[in-house]
């Protein structure tokens, strides 16, 4: 009696790729980029928040500097936010508001002590920021 050998056919080729495993790649492949790009554009946005609050902050500062440079007398409603756009080149985007109150510390007919509120607000994605600084100029005597 004689043997068969059975042949065994792998119709499968081991070579190349089956298009499944093609559409497997693409699909990881997009998730991650997804991902990534998602990633990127909240690292964008944090900075560009980073920067425009930085630079109102900077504005505020140099603001509240100069009102410590001029003498008492000369802090009142006469500082409009108009004049400090312009001395410090602050740019459209951002605008300044200013408050001088006088702060009568129990005594209504002393002229002692001013608060300064100067709030510089700017808009960044459809929401409105602000930075606000208060400062006490006090009469020298």
Do not use: C, H, W
């Amino acid at each position: 009696m004689k043997k068969k050998k059975l042949i065994k056919l792998n119709i499968k080729s081991e070579k190349g790729f089956t298009m499944q495993d093609l559409i497997a790649a693409i699909l990881i492949f997009a998730v991650f980029t997804v991902a990534i790009m998602n990633l990127l554009n909240v690292n964008y946005q944090m900075n560009y928040k980073i920067r425009m609050t930085e630079n109102a902050t900077s504005y505020a500062i140099q603001i509240m500097e100069d009102i410590d440079k001029i003498a008492y007398e000369d802090v009142n409603s006469s500082l409009t936010s108009t004049y400090y756009k312009e001395k410090f080149n602050i740019p459209a985007g951002y605008s300044v508001k200013l408050d001088i109150t006088e702060v009568t510390l129990g005594m209504p007919k002393y002229d002692i002590v001013k608060r300064v509120r100067l709030t510089v607000l700017y808009t960044l994605y459809d929401d409105t920021e602000q930075v606000v600084i208060d400062r006490y100029k006090i009469r020298e005597l």
